[in-house]
């Protein structure tokens, strides 16, 4: 079992930045690989991006490639979206998820690959 928390969500001018940050509660953190998803009202919950846990393979949605960055510490139990260049239609809740996987340099894409997930943080883009 893990349980997910989510933190630095809040109000941003665009051209701005904040870094998110998803705390995970368990001992094998290390062995889930982690996602980061978001859903702007009255649409459908969109990928970010996401990480394996070994090897540090990273994938981004095009939207956000260049912009946002994921990285994890492992002996923090912690992953984290730093984002900058922020755009209005980057509004939305964003969520962690993490899927426990043997394959080490797997990240996963599809939100239903995903075991657990966080309760969400809102993120708010001014133009």
């Known amino acids: 079992q893990v349980q997910l928390v989510e933190s630095g969500g809040g109000l941003v001018q665009g051209g701005g930045s904040l870094r998110l940050s998803c705390a995970a509660s368990g001992r094998t953190f290390s062995r889930y690989a982690m996602g980061w998803f978001r859903q702007a009202p009255g649409k459908e919950r969109e990928f970010v991006a996401a990480i394996s846990w070994s090897a540090g393979n990273t994938y981004y949605a095009d939207s956000v490639k260049g912009r946002f960055t994921i990285s994890r510490d492992n002996a923090k139990n912690t992953v984290y979206l730093q984002m900058n260049t922020l755009k209005p239609e980057d509004t939305a809740a964003y969520y962690c998820?993490?899927?426990?996987?043997?394959?080490?340099?797997?990240?996963?894409?599809?939100?239903?690959?995903?075991?657990?997930w966080g309760q969400g943080t809102q993120v708010t883009v001014s133009s």
């Open positions: 998820a993490a899927k426990f996987t043997v394959i080490g340099t797997n990240y996963y894409r599809a939100s239903g690959e995903y075991n657990y």
